[in-house]
């Protein structure tokens, strides 16, 4: 899934004003039928349904109804708009209680939001957000983790690191997840009858001789009961746990 678009490459100015509820409204004309937050979330279903490509400010202005002119009253242009999207499908959720238990309780449970959230809106696997335009939502999600991973002792840099390993890590099972529903939906081929197509060719291969520890493998080592997300997602906890631990002790020894 390439990426097609990039955050921050329109007016940031702009953008930050639209964000930030700083910016003029339209006031010429007759009354608006449209606002902000109504393109934005037009937007934003239109980018799940179709991807991100099919978002135009011609396509969004048939999806609402209105005039592609009228739109340019309310934001400047895709780039922008592309920044209010992001904001809005990345507004904190109100699940407070996955995140108490402590640091790690918090960041297991912000590994999970965010696998929700590419898979809501797989459209994000194709925006490079390298240069965030920072919204309410981007810092009002950032505010509530430092709340919780705050007690973790590590050094500023330290923590934002943590959280960009987490992102990481999941984004790239999310691309996983999406690129296989891609490829069964559009081969129009199972899992289960892809594998089947390549058995014989598979199974002379194993029996070559030439393959021993591939043949040796367990029956289940490719099952698809096995959740890979959770296995990867608690070995970065238990790394983190380790961390955690050494520089308490650390920190209680310099005292």
């Given amino acids: 899934m390439a990426t097609t678009e990039t955050s921050g ?17 339209p006031t010429r004309g007759p ?3 449209l606002t902000l937050e109504r393109i934005t979330e037009a937007a934003v279903r239109l980018a799940d349904a179709e991807g991100i490509a099919a978002v135009s400010m011609r396509r969004l202005s048939t ?20 920044d209010l999207m992001l904001n809005h499908v990345q507004a904190p959720t109100d699940d ?10 918090a960041v297991e449970a912000y590994g999970r939001e965010t696998l929700q959230q590419y898979r809501d809106h797989p459209w994000l696997l194709q925006v490079n957000q390298t240069r965030p335009v920072l919204g309410p939502s981007a810092l009002g999600g950032l505010e509530k983790l430092l709340t919780y991973i705050k007690p973790m002792g590590l050094s500023d840099p330290e923590l934002i690191s943590v959280l960009v390993m987490v992102e990481g890590y999941v984004s790239g099972v999310a691309r996983t ?19 089947q197509a390549q058995l014989p060719v598979l ?21 698809m009961d ?8 608690q070995r970065i906890l238990d790394g983190l746990d380790v961390l955690v631990a050494e520089r308490a002790r650390r920190d209680h020894a310099d005292r």
């Fill in 177 to 195: 997840q999406v690129q296989a529903a891609q490829a069964a939906e559009e081969s129009q081929l199972s899992d289960e009858a892809f594998w």
């Fill in 31 to 33: 009354k608006p039928a």
């Fill in 63 to 82: 999806e609402l109804g209105a005039g592609t002119m009228s739109l340019y009253r309310y934001v400047p242009g895709k780039a922008e708009l592309l």
């Fill in 203 to 223: 199974e002379r291969a194993m029996e070559s001789g030439r393959y021993p520890l591939v043949a040796g493998l367990s029956e289940d080592a490719f099952g």
């Fill in 9 to 25: 490459s329109g007016d940031v100015t702009r953008s930050l004003e639209l964000l930030w509820g700083s910016g003029e409204r």
């Fill in 96 to 105: 407070e209680e996955s995140f108490r238990g402590g640091w790690r309780a």
């Fill in 226 to 233: 096995f959740d890979h997300f959770e296995f990867g997602l």
